[in-house]
């Protein structure tokens, strides 16, 4: 093992311990609210995905699939996390609702822009509108 990976693999496995440790900390005063247990679940989540990292930099052991999918499940639960935390900042303030939904508008419609004709269609962008060029390039349809 090479002296940056054992650096990673140390590093992604401490990350790993701690959010378990702070996972098992919040289950143990958790209060039976939802923000309560998205909290937890986004630590315990964090602590697998950390440790699947620490595997990765250490043995090369998983595949870029299940990189990706730990990625995105994390992600996944962090935004519900936090979309429950706003939600309850939301009901509180009248106002705030209406920066927020205007913001997030704002934000989002150009981001989902190039996604538009999926959205339409239900099917998978890359299948049925785009092509390959000999060059590698993708040529729109």
Do not use: K, N
């Not at 639960?77 to 609702?97: D, G, H, K, N, Y």
């Not at 997030?104 to 339409?120: E, G, K, M, V």
């Amino acid at each position: 093992m090479a002296s940056l990976d054992l650096f990673g693999a140390v590093g992604y496995g401490v990350a790993a311990i701690l959010f378990l440790v702070l996972a098992v900390l919040l289950l143990t005063g958790w209060r039976g609210r939802m923000q309560g247990g998205l909290l937890v679940a986004a630590s315990f989540t964090t602590a697998v995905w950390a440790g699947g990292l620490a595997l990765q930099a250490g043995w090369h052991s998983l595949t870029v699939h299940w990189l990706w999918v730990l990625e995105a499940l994390r992600d996944l639960v962090w935004v519900m996390f936090l979309l429950a935390v706003l939600e309850i900042q939301l009901e509180a303030t009248p106002r705030l609702r209406r920066i927020t939904r205007r913001s997030t508008t704002l934000t989002l419609r150009p981001c989902a822009w190039p996604f538009r004709s999926c959205f339409r269609s239900r099917s998978w962008c890359w299948s049925s509108r785009y092509t390959a060029t000999p060059r590698g390039s993708i040529a729109g349809g």
